[in-house]
Protein backbone atom coordinates (compact mmCIF):
# COMPACT_ATOMS: atom_id res chain seq x y z
CA UNK A 1 0.00 0.00 0.00
CA UNK A 2 3.08 2.24 0.78
CA UNK A 3 4.40 1.65 -2.45
CA UNK A 4 1.46 2.11 -4.05
CA UNK A 5 1.06 5.70 -2.40
CA UNK A 6 4.18 6.45 -3.63
CA UNK A 7 3.95 5.30 -7.35
CA UNK A 8 1.15 7.76 -7.52
CA UNK A 9 2.86 10.22 -5.84
CA UNK A 10 5.64 10.45 -8.44
CA UNK A 11 3.25 9.87 -11.20
CA UNK A 12 1.21 12.85 -9.94
CA UNK A 13 4.63 14.87 -9.91
CA UNK A 14 5.88 13.98 -13.06
CA UNK A 15 2.02 15.23 -14.52
CA UNK A 16 2.65 18.51 -12.81
CA UNK A 17 5.95 18.77 -14.16
CA UNK A 18 5.13 18.00 -17.59
CA UNK A 19 2.19 20.55 -17.66
CA UNK A 20 4.73 23.34 -15.66
CA UNK A 21 7.17 22.31 -19.10
CA UNK A 22 3.97 22.41 -21.70
CA UNK A 23 2.84 25.92 -20.53
CA UNK A 24 6.32 27.44 -20.84
CA UNK A 25 6.49 25.93 -24.12
CA UNK A 26 3.17 27.25 -24.74
CA UNK A 27 3.96 31.33 -23.43
CA UNK A 28 7.35 31.29 -25.02
CA UNK A 29 9.27 33.39 -24.76
CA UNK A 30 8.82 35.17 -21.69
CA UNK A 31 12.22 37.04 -21.19
CA UNK A 32 14.72 38.12 -23.72
CA UNK A 33 15.93 35.64 -26.12
CA UNK A 34 20.08 36.08 -27.13
CA UNK A 35 21.29 34.85 -30.87
CA UNK A 36 24.66 34.12 -30.77
CA UNK A 37 26.26 34.91 -34.23
CA UNK A 38 30.07 32.94 -33.77
CA UNK A 39 31.42 35.70 -36.34
CA UNK A 40 32.88 39.09 -35.50
CA UNK A 41 30.39 41.98 -35.71
CA UNK A 42 30.22 44.31 -39.12
CA UNK A 43 29.74 40.52 -41.28
CA UNK A 44 27.40 39.02 -43.37
CA UNK A 45 25.96 36.98 -40.28
CA UNK A 46 26.33 39.97 -37.75
CA UNK A 47 24.19 42.20 -40.26
CA UNK A 48 21.44 39.73 -40.83
CA UNK A 49 21.52 38.59 -36.98
CA UNK A 50 20.79 41.72 -36.26
CA UNK A 51 17.77 43.17 -39.09
CA UNK A 52 16.04 39.05 -37.83
CA UNK A 53 16.30 40.13 -34.28
CA UNK A 54 14.69 43.23 -35.09
CA UNK A 55 11.72 41.29 -36.62
CA UNK A 56 11.50 38.53 -34.41
CA UNK A 57 11.11 41.27 -31.40
CA UNK A 58 8.18 42.58 -33.67
CA UNK A 59 6.29 39.52 -33.56
CA UNK A 60 6.91 37.78 -29.87
CA UNK A 61 7.01 41.22 -28.03
CA UNK A 62 10.62 40.14 -26.32
CA UNK A 63 13.83 41.97 -27.20
CA UNK A 64 15.79 39.43 -29.28
CA UNK A 65 19.37 40.20 -28.20
CA UNK A 66 22.16 39.75 -30.87
CA UNK A 67 25.79 38.68 -29.16
CA UNK A 68 28.75 38.06 -31.09
CA UNK A 69 31.42 35.32 -29.58
CA UNK A 70 33.82 34.51 -32.78
CA UNK A 71 36.58 33.08 -32.85
CA UNK A 72 38.04 29.54 -34.05
CA UNK A 73 36.04 29.59 -37.34
CA UNK A 74 32.93 29.71 -35.29
CA UNK A 75 34.28 27.12 -33.32
CA UNK A 76 33.65 29.10 -29.88
CA UNK A 77 30.26 30.70 -30.54
CA UNK A 78 29.03 27.17 -31.97
CA UNK A 79 30.54 25.74 -28.85
CA UNK A 80 28.86 27.64 -26.45
CA UNK A 81 25.15 27.11 -27.63
CA UNK A 82 25.66 23.55 -27.80
CA UNK A 83 26.18 23.62 -24.74
CA UNK A 84 23.55 26.15 -23.31
CA UNK A 85 19.89 25.32 -21.65
CA UNK A 86 17.98 23.47 -24.16
CA UNK A 87 14.95 26.08 -24.08
CA UNK A 88 15.00 28.21 -26.82
CA UNK A 89 16.53 30.92 -25.03
CA UNK A 90 19.83 30.91 -26.66
CA UNK A 91 20.14 30.34 -30.14
CA UNK A 92 22.54 30.92 -33.07
CA UNK A 93 22.35 32.01 -36.36
CA UNK A 94 25.27 31.12 -38.66
CA UNK A 95 26.31 29.56 -42.04
CA UNK A 96 27.28 26.09 -43.20
CA UNK A 97 30.49 26.74 -42.04
CA UNK A 98 29.42 26.11 -38.57
CA UNK A 99 27.83 23.03 -39.42
CA UNK A 100 29.26 21.67 -42.89
CA UNK A 101 33.17 22.42 -43.23
CA UNK A 102 34.47 23.71 -40.12
CA UNK A 103 33.87 20.07 -38.34
CA UNK A 104 35.12 18.26 -41.46
CA UNK A 105 38.69 20.32 -42.08
CA UNK A 106 39.15 21.04 -38.43
CA UNK A 107 39.62 17.65 -36.15
CA UNK A 108 39.97 19.68 -33.27
CA UNK A 109 36.59 21.34 -33.56
CA UNK A 110 34.95 21.51 -29.87
CA UNK A 111 31.64 20.67 -31.38
CA UNK A 112 29.93 18.61 -33.89
CA UNK A 113 26.70 18.93 -36.12
CA UNK A 114 24.35 16.45 -34.38
CA UNK A 115 24.36 19.21 -31.39
CA UNK A 116 21.89 21.43 -32.95
CA UNK A 117 18.79 21.45 -33.31
CA UNK A 118 17.31 22.66 -37.06
CA UNK A 119 15.01 25.98 -37.21
CA UNK A 120 14.79 27.34 -40.17
CA UNK A 121 16.64 28.55 -43.26
CA UNK A 122 16.66 32.40 -43.48
CA UNK A 123 18.90 33.37 -46.48
CA UNK A 124 21.56 32.40 -48.93
CA UNK A 125 25.12 33.63 -49.53
CA UNK A 126 26.22 34.49 -52.79
CA UNK A 127 30.05 34.96 -53.21
CA UNK A 128 32.36 37.03 -55.11
CA UNK A 129 36.20 37.04 -55.83
CA UNK A 130 37.55 40.64 -55.66
CA UNK A 131 40.38 42.96 -55.37
CA UNK A 132 40.54 46.54 -53.58
CA UNK A 133 41.89 49.40 -55.48
CA UNK A 134 45.38 48.56 -54.71
CA UNK A 135 45.00 45.81 -57.09
CA UNK A 136 46.13 46.84 -60.36
CA UNK A 137 44.42 44.21 -62.44
CA UNK A 138 40.69 44.79 -63.70
CA UNK A 139 39.56 41.68 -64.66
CA UNK A 140 39.42 37.91 -64.15
CA UNK A 141 41.96 37.77 -66.95
CA UNK A 142 44.17 40.21 -65.44
CA UNK A 143 44.23 38.81 -62.10
CA UNK A 144 45.00 34.92 -63.28
CA UNK A 145 47.72 36.53 -65.48
CA UNK A 146 49.04 38.20 -62.59
CA UNK A 147 48.61 35.17 -60.04
CA UNK A 148 50.50 33.00 -62.64
CA UNK A 149 53.58 35.28 -63.43
CA UNK A 150 54.19 35.85 -59.52
CA UNK A 151 53.14 32.38 -57.51
CA UNK A 152 52.54 32.75 -53.84
CA UNK A 153 52.25 36.71 -54.07
CA UNK A 154 48.13 36.71 -54.35
CA UNK A 155 46.83 36.82 -51.36
CA UNK A 156 42.81 36.04 -50.34
CA UNK A 157 41.09 36.43 -47.29
CA UNK A 158 38.72 34.00 -45.74
CA UNK A 159 36.55 33.92 -42.72
CA UNK A 160 38.66 31.64 -40.68
CA UNK A 161 40.33 28.31 -41.56
CA UNK A 162 38.00 25.51 -42.27
CA UNK A 163 35.03 27.95 -43.04
CA UNK A 164 32.99 28.06 -46.27
CA UNK A 165 35.27 31.05 -47.49
CA UNK A 166 38.11 29.13 -47.03
CA UNK A 167 37.46 25.97 -48.94
CA UNK A 168 35.77 28.66 -51.80
CA UNK A 169 38.53 30.47 -52.04
CA UNK A 170 41.03 27.59 -52.37
CA UNK A 171 38.71 25.87 -55.10
CA UNK A 172 38.93 29.10 -57.08
CA UNK A 173 42.31 29.33 -56.85
CA UNK A 174 43.13 25.82 -58.04
CA UNK A 175 40.72 25.79 -60.75
CA UNK A 176 42.13 29.30 -61.73
CA UNK A 177 45.71 27.58 -61.80
CA UNK A 178 47.26 29.80 -59.11
CA UNK A 179 49.54 29.79 -56.41
CA UNK A 180 47.94 31.96 -53.69
CA UNK A 181 47.98 32.15 -50.05
CA UNK A 182 44.79 32.57 -47.61
CA UNK A 183 44.73 34.87 -45.14
CA UNK A 184 42.63 34.17 -42.17
CA UNK A 185 40.42 36.45 -40.18
CA UNK A 186 37.45 36.12 -37.44
CA UNK A 187 35.08 37.17 -39.96
CA UNK A 188 34.40 38.75 -43.22
CA UNK A 189 34.30 42.12 -41.62
CA UNK A 190 37.85 42.30 -40.99
CA UNK A 191 38.69 40.81 -43.98
CA UNK A 192 36.78 43.62 -45.92
CA UNK A 193 38.70 46.27 -43.70
CA UNK A 194 42.04 44.75 -44.85
CA UNK A 195 41.20 44.52 -48.78
CA UNK A 196 40.39 48.25 -48.74
CA UNK A 197 43.44 48.69 -47.46
CA UNK A 198 45.46 47.06 -49.50
CA UNK A 199 47.05 45.11 -46.47
CA UNK A 200 45.56 41.51 -48.79
CA UNK A 201 45.07 41.71 -52.87
CA UNK A 202 41.77 40.38 -52.81
CA UNK A 203 38.99 38.46 -50.82
CA UNK A 204 36.28 36.13 -51.11
CA UNK A 205 33.74 38.11 -49.86
CA UNK A 206 30.28 37.60 -48.92
CA UNK A 207 28.21 39.98 -51.55
CA UNK A 208 26.08 41.11 -48.49
CA UNK A 209 28.80 43.25 -46.88
CA UNK A 210 30.54 43.77 -50.17
CA UNK A 211 27.91 44.62 -52.65
CA UNK A 212 28.18 48.73 -51.46
CA UNK A 213 32.16 48.79 -51.97
CA UNK A 214 31.67 47.25 -55.56
CA UNK A 215 28.93 50.01 -56.07
CA UNK A 216 31.45 52.42 -54.98
CA UNK A 217 34.51 51.38 -57.04
CA UNK A 218 36.18 50.46 -53.67
CA UNK A 219 36.09 47.07 -55.09
CA UNK A 220 36.57 45.51 -58.61
CA UNK A 221 34.18 42.02 -58.49
CA UNK A 222 36.00 39.88 -60.60
CA UNK A 223 33.49 37.03 -60.46
CA UNK A 224 30.60 35.55 -58.70
CA UNK A 225 30.48 32.13 -57.83
CA UNK A 226 26.78 32.01 -58.43
CA UNK A 227 24.74 30.17 -61.57
CA UNK A 228 23.26 33.54 -63.11
CA UNK A 229 24.44 37.05 -62.63
CA UNK A 230 22.84 39.07 -60.02
CA UNK A 231 20.17 42.02 -60.73
CA UNK A 232 21.80 44.28 -57.77
CA UNK A 233 25.45 43.88 -59.60
CA UNK A 234 24.72 43.41 -63.83
CA UNK A 235 28.09 44.25 -64.49
CA UNK A 236 29.85 41.74 -62.23
CA UNK A 237 30.03 38.08 -64.21
CA UNK A 238 29.57 34.57 -63.14
CA UNK A 239 32.36 32.33 -62.67
CA UNK A 240 30.72 30.07 -65.00
CA UNK A 241 30.18 32.57 -67.76
CA UNK A 242 33.64 32.97 -67.85
CA UNK A 243 34.74 29.83 -68.64
CA UNK A 244 34.78 27.93 -65.24
CA UNK A 245 32.11 25.41 -64.53
CA UNK A 246 32.49 24.03 -61.20
CA UNK A 247 32.08 27.43 -59.34
CA UNK A 248 28.92 28.70 -58.96
CA UNK A 249 29.06 27.37 -55.03
CA UNK A 250 26.28 28.85 -52.50
CA UNK A 251 26.83 29.44 -48.95
CA UNK A 252 23.70 30.16 -46.98
CA UNK A 253 22.21 31.56 -43.28
CA UNK A 254 20.18 29.90 -40.82
CA UNK A 255 19.05 29.70 -37.58
CA UNK A 256 20.16 26.73 -35.06
CA UNK A 257 19.27 25.80 -31.19
CA UNK A 258 20.93 23.44 -29.03
CA UNK A 259 19.88 19.73 -30.11
CA UNK A 260 16.98 18.82 -27.19
CA UNK A 261 15.47 22.05 -27.59
CA UNK A 262 11.36 21.00 -27.31
CA UNK A 263 9.77 20.77 -30.69
CA UNK A 264 6.89 22.73 -29.92
CA UNK A 265 9.54 26.27 -29.49
CA UNK A 266 11.49 25.18 -32.51
CA UNK A 267 7.99 25.23 -34.54
CA UNK A 268 7.51 28.66 -32.91
CA UNK A 269 10.05 29.75 -33.77
CA UNK A 270 10.15 28.57 -37.48
CA UNK A 271 6.91 30.10 -37.92
CA UNK A 272 8.08 33.48 -36.98
CA UNK A 273 10.62 33.37 -38.93
CA UNK A 274 8.77 31.96 -42.30
CA UNK A 275 7.07 34.41 -41.58
CA UNK A 276 9.74 37.02 -41.54
CA UNK A 277 11.38 35.79 -44.73
CA UNK A 278 8.19 35.27 -46.84
CA UNK A 279 7.76 38.97 -46.32
CA UNK A 280 7.66 41.82 -49.21
CA UNK A 281 9.46 43.57 -47.06
CA UNK A 282 12.41 41.36 -45.75
CA UNK A 283 12.98 40.12 -49.08
CA UNK A 284 13.21 43.80 -50.74
CA UNK A 285 15.95 44.16 -47.91
CA UNK A 286 17.81 40.91 -49.32
CA UNK A 287 17.84 42.41 -52.30
CA UNK A 288 19.27 44.88 -51.48
CA UNK A 289 22.25 43.15 -49.21
CA UNK A 290 22.39 41.00 -52.50
CA UNK A 291 21.87 37.82 -50.35
CA UNK A 292 18.27 36.15 -52.15
CA UNK A 293 15.46 35.51 -49.40
CA UNK A 294 15.50 31.74 -48.54
CA UNK A 295 13.34 29.84 -45.95
CA UNK A 296 12.52 25.97 -45.01
CA UNK A 297 11.37 23.85 -42.75
CA UNK A 298 13.51 22.57 -39.67
CA UNK A 299 13.52 18.99 -41.68
CA UNK A 300 14.23 20.63 -44.91
CA UNK A 301 17.10 22.70 -42.80
CA UNK A 302 18.39 19.28 -41.41
CA UNK A 303 18.23 17.37 -44.66
CA UNK A 304 20.11 20.51 -46.71
CA UNK A 305 22.40 19.90 -43.57
CA UNK A 306 23.20 16.56 -44.41
CA UNK A 307 23.21 16.83 -47.99
CA UNK A 308 26.49 19.37 -48.03
CA UNK A 309 28.09 17.71 -45.67
CA UNK A 310 28.15 14.75 -48.08
CA UNK A 311 28.62 17.01 -50.51
CA UNK A 312 31.62 18.67 -49.26
CA UNK A 313 33.21 15.63 -47.20
CA UNK A 314 33.65 13.53 -51.12
CA UNK A 315 34.95 16.87 -52.50
CA UNK A 316 37.72 16.75 -49.45
CA UNK A 317 37.89 13.12 -50.45
CA UNK A 318 38.80 13.35 -53.64
CA UNK A 319 41.18 16.08 -53.49
CA UNK A 320 43.39 14.33 -51.03
Request: glycine residues 8%.
Amino acid sequence: MKMMKIVHTLAVVACIGAAVSATAQTKYPERPVTIIVPWGAGGATDLLARLLAENLKAEFNQPFVVENRPGATTGIGASFVARSPKDGYTLMLTTSTTSVTNPLTNAEATYKPEQFAAVALVAAVPYALVTGKAFAGKSLAEFVEYGKKNPGQVTYGTSGVGSFSHFLGGKIMKTLGIKARPVPYSGNGPALADTLSGAISSNIEALATGDAQIKSGNFTGLAMATTERLPQLPNVPTFKELGYETLDMENWFAMFAPAGTPKPIIDKLNAALTKITTGAAYKKKMDELSTPARWSTPEELEALVQRDIKAFRELLTSAE
